[in-house]
């Protein structure tokens, strides 16, 4: 149960695009695929942005967007805006019935 | 509204016990599989525990396996994560957090958090 592994910081402006990569082995995001991301603000309890490597719960932007490939998921958010300023978690499913995270990634909209 | 309550952190001593409880609202609680995450002060999220619906499986990290158990209380909606032998790296806020897999058997397609409570702070220290 490694942890996934993913950029420690990323920056945009506002308006750009950004991605956030996660990268696991074929135990987890490769031989799955089943991937979800979590937006996280300070002191705040995570949010879900993307399940299932590309789908959006209701409620969450079109300009939040999901990928895979191979062994490593990603996490693009286009248009950046000021309130996507957070933290984000890659987390897959690892077989057994066990979920394993990414390190996380703190997104800053300059 | 789907709403989740966790309760139960405190300040113990490493070898301790600490129950905690997480309270559902606003869904059908009995339907479907609920998880325990962590958060080390100043550190990412780390899975903990995951209970079927119908409390039949359950299922643990690593590094709580044997330590901690996962339980639940349908007629009171009720989610509990039972920690002992806490060691100081245990220190962290606990959520609970609800998914998407519905039924005995939790299905990896629906294995994922869709609602999450504030959590509870557990701190291990002498």
């Known amino acids: 149960q490694s942890a996934l592994t993913q950029p420690a910081s990323v920056s945009g402006s506002p308006g750009q695009s950004i991605a956030i990569s996660c990268t696991g082995t074929?135990?987890?995001?490769?031989?799955?695929?089943?991937v979800s991301w979590y937006q996280q603000h300070p002191g705040k309890a995570p949010k879900l942005m993307i399940y299932d490597v590309s789908k959006r719960p209701s409620g969450v932007s079109t300009r939040f967007s999901g990928s895979r490939s191979g062994n490593t998921a990603s996490l693009t958010i286009s248009g950046l805006q000021a309130e996507d300023e957070a933290d984000y978690y890659c987390c897959s499913y690892a077989g057994s019935y066990t979920l394993v995270f990414g390190g996380g990634t703190k997104l800053t909209v300059l | 509204e789907v709403l989740l309550l966790e309760s139960g952190g405190d300040l113990v001593q490493p070898g301790g016990s600490l129950r905690l409880s997480c309270a559902a609202s606003?869904?059908?609680?009995?339907?479907?599989?609920m998880t325990w995450v962590r958060q080390a002060p100043g550190k990412g999220l780390e899975w903990v525990s995951a209970?079927?619906?119908?409390?039949?499986?359950?299922y643990y990290a690593d590094s709580v396996k044997g330590r901690f158990t996962i339980s639940r209380d349908n007629s009171k909606d009720t989610l509990i994560l039972q920690l002992s032998s806490l060691r100081v790296e245990d220190t962290a806020v606990y959520f609970c957090?609800?998914?998407?897999?519905?039924?005995?058997?939790?299905?990896?397609?629906?294995?994922?958090?869709?609602?999450w409570g504030r959590g509870t702070t557990v701190a291990v220290s002498s």
């Open positions: 606003g869904f059908t609680f009995s339907s479907y599989a």
């Open positions: 957090a609800k998914t998407e897999a519905l039924g005995v058997i939790i299905v990896p397609e629906y294995f994922y958090m869709d609602v």
């Open positions: 209970i079927s619906g119908t409390g039949d499986y359950t």
């Open positions: 074929s135990s987890d995001v490769g031989g799955y695929g089943l």
